[in-house]
């Protein structure tokens, strides 16, 4: 168990439609990190939060926006779902924004846009 | 941005004998090199790095090694068990100042017990 917690484990939703997928870091780490995996694209690198600011942008959708709150949890928006975001979002927490902190993986949200 | 590759996608191997997965990637600016590790239905579990200033970094079963004039990077894992069947994925770390991970693709190891 990493100590990175995500809800909900698994969503199905229509196309259209907007989820939100909510992220809890390890304790003490400040930094959030959200990623997309699916079968064709791999892990990808979606956006970065440190201690409530965005630290980096990566490949995420303009219907992709995400926060991070004052207690550190951390939530990433979907809107106007497409059945090509089906796939696994995984979150990780670091205790650094950079220098090269070691990252630690939650157990991820399925979601299926149908 | 980086670009990471990674060799071979799946690899089989009879239980007790080593398996080798490799990793190149393109910015010399990298220096940052984790592995991971990802079973069926879970998230990617760290299993070992290894930063720019070092060459070689082991524990246990498992080692890493590094090749900064080459770009690329390698995981051994040694006396492989069943319990190592998962697939393991490379990355290297962005360099803009933040901490972001490019990954390869993964490689599925299997171990025949």
């Known amino acids: 168990d990493s100590g990175v917690t995500q809800t909900p484990k698994h969503l199905i939703t229509a196309t259209g439609q907007r989820v939100t997928l909510r992220c809890s870091p390890r304790s003490g780490d400040l930094s959030v990190y959200w990623y997309q995996q699916s079968l064709d694209q791999g892990l990808q690198f979606l956006i970065q939060?440190?201690?409530?600011?965005?630290?980096a942008k990566g490949n995420i959708l303009e219907r992709f926006s995400a926060q991070q709150f004052p207690d550190l949890h951390s939530e990433l928006n979907l809107s106007s779902l497409e059945l090509g975001d089906s796939a696994l979002y995984f979150c990780?927490?670091?205790?650094?924004?950079?220098?090269?902190?070691?990252?630690?993986f939650g157990p991820g949200t399925r979601l299926t846009v149908t | 941005g980086e670009n990471v590759e990674q060799h071979p996608s799946t690899l089989s191997v009879q239980e007790g004998d080593s398996a080798v997965i490799k990793c190149t990637y393109s910015?010399?600016?990298?220096?940052?090199f984790p592995w991971y590790k990802q079973e069926l239905g879970k998230g990617p579990q760290l299993i070992i790095d290894?930063?720019?200033?070092?060459g070689e970094k082991k524990d246990q079963r498992i080692a890493v090694t590094l090749n900064k004039t080459a770009k690329h990077f390698s995981l051994h894992i040694t006396e492989t068990q069943p319990e190592d069947s998962a697939v393991y994925f490379c990355?290297?770390?962005?360099?803009?100042?933040?901490?972001?991970?490019?990954f390869g693709t993964g490689t599925r190891l299997t171990v025949i017990p």
């Open positions: 939060y440190y201690n409530g600011e965005e630290r």
């Open positions: 910015d010399s600016a990298s220096n940052y």
């Open positions: 990355a290297a770390s962005d360099q803009t100042g933040a901490n972001n991970l490019f």
């Open positions: 290894i930063r720019s200033n070092v």
């Open positions: 990780a927490s670091s205790v650094e924004a950079s220098g090269n902190g070691e990252q630690y």
